[in-house]
């Protein structure tokens, strides 16, 4: 039964606001993860170009400064950035899975992208629902991201953030058999001490919830504040500089049992955590408890889910006056006619 290899989970502060630079470091990750002999690399969420803790720091007005650079600096789908990741999957045999700000037309959302050992890609995934005050900077995804890939290391999935807060969303996930998920964090640093649910006690927690929950590994990659990014974003202010401290990379890998296995990094220093996963072991984590099957009580609670992908725009087909979102779903429709 056993299917061994090793993952890989980066904690490293990003090159804010600094796309080029931020692909070169990602590619740098990319190929030590590899060389170390891991099949699979997370990034942390919105990584590329860093995740906007300018939205927690001061009001509206303060936060405009950024605006701009933070949305030129965010990455399109097959754009030259986009190719270079795809690359770097291919020329190092691995799979990535990297948290982003994706522009999409004049609007941004928080974004994972999966790309197999090929470079072909897997998967682009949408946050359903930003937190907070991130809702100020990013749209929402829909059904269609709530998605685990077969793929030549398993089934894999991915979630950001306070997704792993969402309990129907999570359930989604569990239902369609996930092995391995990617957790993708920001930095754990906002806030540190003065709000506890922003803290690694609790976000770890809900990693290792899901590891349990879902009887699968978890690589839960954390990003952190760098100095560099502190002094960007709080501008030498104390009061700023204590709500966004540098640091906050606490970054895990869980086995199905909820144990942490891996190497472990200080919160301020970057790296990569690695473990020698087994995905023999979820059969006995199933075993124990599957809450999308034998441990289910259907009779009783049920969850109903739209996966349809959903779409401001439609285009009417005079010919056989559909509506029809995009190609994929064109050819669906004409199928089934």
Same mark, same amino acid.
């Given at each position: ?5 090793? &993952?890989?989970? &980066?904690?490293? +502060? ?52 950024? &605006? ?11 754009? $030259? ?38 470079? $072909? ?10 937190? !907070? ?42 239902? @369609? ?22 803290? !690694? $006690? ?86 124990? +408890? ?8 259907? @009779? &009783? ?27 994929? $779903? ?8």
């Amino acid at each position: 039964m056993s299917q061994q290899f090793k &993952v890989a989970a &980066v904690q490293a +502060a990003p090159c804010y606001l600094d796309l080029q630079a931020g692909i070169e470091k990602a590619v740098k990750y990319i190929e030590e993860a590899a060389k170390a002999g891991a099949k699979l690399v997370v990034f942390p969420e919105t990584w590329l170009p860093g995740y906007p803790n300018h939205i927690w720091l001061g009001p509206v007005a303060w936060q405009m400064q950024f &605006v701009g650079r933070y949305f030129e600096n965010s990455i399109e789908a097959g754009s $030259e950035e986009d190719q270079a990741i795809a690359k770097a999957a291919r020329d190092n045999n691995i799979q990535v899975s990297m948290g982003l700000s994706e522009r999409a037309g004049g609007s941004l959302y928080i974004a994972q992208w999966h790309y197999d050992e090929n470079g $072909e890609v897997i998967k682009r995934r949408r946050k359903l629902k930003p937190t !907070h005050v991130e809702r100020t900077v990013f749209g929402s995804g829909d059904g269609s991201d709530l998605h685990v890939a077969e793929t030549s290391l398993g089934r894999i999935g991915q979630l950001s953030c306070w997704e792993h807060l969402q309990p129907l969303s999570k359930y989604a996930m569990y239902s @369609d058999n996930e092995q391995i998920h990617c957790a993708a964090w920001p930095n754990l640093s906002l806030y540190k001490g003065g709000a506890y649910a922003l803290g !690694h $006690e609790v976000n770890n927690g809900a990693s290792m919830l899901y590891a349990v929950e879902g009887s699968c590994f978890v690589i839960a990659a954390c990003a952190l504040v760098s100095k560099e990014q502190q002094d960007i974003l709080c501008e030498g202010d104390p009061m700023k500089e204590s709500l966004c401290p540098v640091g906050g990379g606490y970054t895990k890998i869980y086995a199905p049992d909820g144990q942490s296995i891996g190497n472990v990094i200080p919160d301020t220093e970057e790296g990569i955590v690695f473990a020698d996963i087994d995905l023999g072991m979820i059969a006995y984590a199933k075993a124990a +408890a599957d809450p999308a099957g034998h441990y289910a009580r259907p @009779d &009783v609670t049920r969850l109903m889910i739209n996966r349809k992908a959903q779409r401001p725009v439609m285009a009417f087909d005079e010919t056989s006056g559909l509506s029809l979102v995009d190609d994929s $779903e064109t050819a669906e429709l004409q199928d089934a006619e």
